[in-house]
């Protein structure tokens, strides 16, 4: 390895922010991170999975070192973001990367790709230090389908790993998952989240005559209230309570003297590992069986509840936290879910990250010293975990 030209995760990090790999877009970003995983003798395999209603993605897993009977430690993260949004309301262009006062501003400066420029700096020193034969495997698996349905990304790239006989044994997602200073929280799990759509059906007629019509609206106030009513759970160690919280309510009536025809809902569902979305599909499907009469319900899961029990793998990482920072990480399972959800059932998996307090918002921003302590951290992280 040449000491000429080493990863400079801050130059990374910007020049990833300059490709505007808006969501399904890859704008060249995996083509400049290829290249710097490459250098370091990365074996880099670009996939395009399409298909099952979403647009065609781009998608990279790479790997160095051979897992035999080592262990494989993976990266995982995105290199896709969110729009800018109001371009006008950002104080500099939100895809040039620009560096002030020792900030990096930019779509993705938090959310990820500093982060995915820290993997492969302290991949870099890792294996400057210990050579390519460590007895192990680092890997990195890159999707560009994480803000938008996440269709063709990091589930398919399992698959096709899977496919390819690719093991990983711990895998870091490195979503912004701190609150106010690096170091504060690490995710050892993520709550469940499913929405529900109820439509109610009765009669249209006149107020006046509701011997004639069948208002749908004191059904579906019932069916509401019933599922509002239960608590599902008290929490447990690791989780919050689970909550159903009732987002709209839709009539769609002008008139003070029509029954309508249907009045419908629209719910959402968090919940935590003692629940599956299949049973409280089948509760809230008895409820409206009880309560609704004439109705349609719609489900759309976007995932599972799932919990890292804390173990090696989160004080390997709370360690090397401990190590850089000097704080000890909260173990959270708070906040919306992530595509470690599809990891969980390959390996044991956590989530650490930036700050998120930026991200999806305008000016983004993440201050250089925290992306080179978390380039710090990673490489901790590796020291820890290829312990010789
Ligand atoms: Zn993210």
């Given at each position: 390895?040449?000491?000429?030209?080493?990863?400079?995760?801050?130059?990374?990090?910007?020049?990833?922010?300059?490709?505007?790999?808006?969501?399904?877009?890859?704008?060249?970003?995996?083509?400049?991170?290829?290249?710097a995983?490459?250098?370091?003798?990365?074996?880099?395999?670009?996939?395009?999975?399409?298909?099952?209603?979403?647009?065609?993605?781009?998608?990279?897993?790479?790997?160095?070192?051979?897992r035999g009977?080592?262990?494989t430690?993976?990266?995982?993260?995105?290199?896709?973001?969110?729009?800018?949004?109001?371009?006008?309301?950002?104080?500099?262009?939100?895809?040039?990367?620009?560096?002030?006062?020792?900030?990096?501003y930019?779509?993705?400066?938090?959310?990820?790709?500093?982060?995915?420029?820290?993997?492969?700096?302290?991949?870099?020193?890792?294996?400057a230090?210990?050579?390519r034969?460590?007895?192990?495997?680092?890997?990195?698996?890159?999707?560009?389908?994480?803000?938008?349905?996440?269709?063709?990304?990091?589930?398919?790239?399992?698959?096709?790993?899977?496919?390819?006989?690719?093991?990983?044994?711990?895998?870091?997602?490195?979503?912004?998952?701190?609150?106010?200073?690096?170091?504060?929280?690490?995710?050892?799990?993520?709550?469940?989240s499913?929405?529900?759509?109820?439509?109610?059906?009765?009669?249209?007629?006149?107020?006046?005559?509701?011997?004639?019509?069948?208002?749908?609206?004191?059904?579906?106030?019932?069916?509401?209230?019933?599922l509002?009513?239960?608590?599902?759970?008290?929490?447990?160690?690791?989780?919050?309570?689970s909550?159903?919280?009732?987002?709209?309510?839709?009539?769609?009536?002008?008139?003070?003297n029509?029954?309508?025809?249907?009045?419908?809902?629209?719910?959402?569902?968090r919940?935590?590992?003692?629940?599956?979305?299949?049973?409280?599909?089948?509760?809230i499907?008895?409820?409206?069986?009880?309560?609704?009469?004439?109705?349609?319900?719609?489900?759309?899961?976007?995932?599972e509840?799932?919990?890292?029990?804390p173990?090696?793998?989160?004080?390997?990482?709370?360690?090397?936290?401990?190590?850089?920072?000097?704080?000890?990480?909260?173990?959270?399972?708070?906040?919306?879910?992530?595509?470690?959800?599809?990891?969980?059932?390959?390996?044991?998996?956590?989530?650490?990250?930036?700050?998120?307090?930026?991200?999806?918002k305008?000016?983004?921003?993440?201050?250089?010293?925290?992306?080179?302590?978390?380039?710090?951290?990673?490489?901790?992280?590796?020291?820890?975990?290829?312990?010789?």
């Open positions: 390895m040449s000491s000429a030209a080493r990863t400079d995760p801050i130059i990374l990090s910007r020049d990833l922010i300059r490709r505007p790999s808006v969501t399904p877009a890859d704008a060249g970003a995996l083509d400049v991170l290829g290249t995983l490459e250098r370091l003798g990365f074996a880099c395999h670009r996939m395009t999975f399409e298909g099952d209603g979403s647009a065609p993605i781009d998608n990279l897993y790479a790997r160095l070192g051979e009977n080592g262990r430690f993976c990266f995982a993260g995105h290199s896709d973001v969110v729009p800018a949004g109001d371009v006008a309301g950002w104080s500099l262009d939100p895809f040039s990367g620009e560096i002030a006062d020792g900030i990096l930019g779509r993705g400066a938090v959310d990820m790709k500093s982060a995915i420029a820290s993997f492969v700096e302290a991949a870099e020193r890792f294996t230090e210990r050579g034969n460590f007895g192990g495997a680092i890997s990195l698996l890159i999707t560009g389908d994480e803000e938008g349905i996440a269709v063709n990304g990091t589930k398919k790239v399992l698959r096709w790993m899977h496919d390819k006989g690719e093991v990983i044994d711990a895998c870091i997602v490195g979503e912004p998952t701190c609150q106010a200073k690096l170091g504060d929280m690490v995710k050892i799990g993520r709550r469940g499913m929405s529900g759509w109820l439509t109610v059906f009765g009669a249209q007629g006149h107020v006046a005559y509701p011997h004639l019509a069948d208002n749908p609206i004191p059904r579906l106030i019932r069916t509401l209230d019933a509002i009513q239960r608590k599902l759970d008290q929490g447990t160690d690791w989780f919050q309570p909550n159903l919280e009732v987002t709209t309510i839709d009539v769609d009536n002008p008139a003070n029509v029954i309508p025809a249907k009045a419908s809902a629209v719910f959402n569902i919940f935590n590992v003692r629940h599956s979305s299949e049973a409280l599909i089948a509760w499907r008895e409820v409206c069986d009880i309560h609704a009469g004439p109705h349609e319900i719609k489900f759309q899961v976007s995932g509840a799932f919990l890292t029990e173990g090696q793998l989160s004080e390997i990482v709370a360690g090397a936290i401990k190590e850089r920072t000097g704080i000890q990480p909260e173990l959270s399972t708070t906040g919306g879910t992530s595509d470690a959800r599809f990891i969980r059932s390959h390996c044991e998996v956590v989530e650490f990250g930036l700050v998120g307090r930026t991200m999806h305008l000016n983004e921003h993440v201050a250089l010293a925290d992306i080179r302590t978390l380039a710090d951290i990673y490489k901790t992280v590796l020291d820890r975990y290829f312990t010789p």
